[in-house]
């Protein structure tokens, strides 16, 4: 499953593009397939004239379906007045969540916060 947010997140003028994705059954280590094997994968693009250039990505090791998470993008917002928009991202377990916050410091996106979720 695949989720594009297009989005002026720094006020100048142009669209960021927030992506997440789920990939199922892809060639795992050493070119092997598993078809339980899941990633899930979330970016964030900014347009350039060539194309795209990544300014974050989360990339994790692939897990078996019991382990594997995806990412919601929940929330776009200025959590704190700087003119930038924050992003909160929902990491989703089988049977638990976490927020993920993401902050731009200087020209590049950081984790500064995962938790606060919950679970069954």
Same mark, same amino acid.
């Given at each position: 499953?695949?989720?594009?947010?297009? !989005?002026?997140?720094?006020?100048?003028?142009?669209?960021?593009? =927030?992506?997440?994705?789920?990939?199922?059954?892809?060639?795992?280590?050493?070119?092997?397939? /598993?078809?339980? @094997?899941?990633?899930? =994968?979330?970016?964030? =693009?900014?347009? !350039?004239? /060539? #194309?795209?250039?990544?300014?974050?990505?989360?990339?994790?090791?692939?897990?078996?379906?019991?382990?594997?998470? !995806?990412?919601?993008?929940?929330?776009?917002?200025?959590?704190?007045?700087?003119? @930038? $928009?924050?992003?909160? @991202?929902? %990491?989703?377990?089988?049977?638990?969540?976490?927020?993920?916050?993401?902050? %731009?410091? #200087?020209?590049?996106?950081?984790?500064?916060?995962?938790?606060?979720?919950?679970? $069954?």
């Amino acid at each position: 499953m695949t989720d594009i947010h297009a !989005t002026d997140m720094n006020g100048n003028g142009s669209p960021e593009y =927030l992506v997440t994705d789920a990939l199922v059954g892809e060639v795992v280590k050493r070119g092997d397939y /598993d078809p339980n @094997i899941q990633y899930a =994968l979330a970016l964030i =693009l900014e347009p !350039t004239a /060539d #194309g795209f250039k990544q300014l974050f990505s989360h990339f994790p090791e692939p897990g078996i379906p019991d382990e594997s998470h !995806t990412y919601r993008f929940t929330d776009i917002i200025d959590l704190d007045g700087d003119g @930038i $928009c924050e992003v909160i @991202i929902q %990491k989703r377990n089988y049977s638990s969540w976490d927020y993920i916050l993401l902050k %731009k410091k #200087g020209d590049v996106w950081e984790q500064i916060y995962e938790g606060a979720g919950g679970g $069954c």
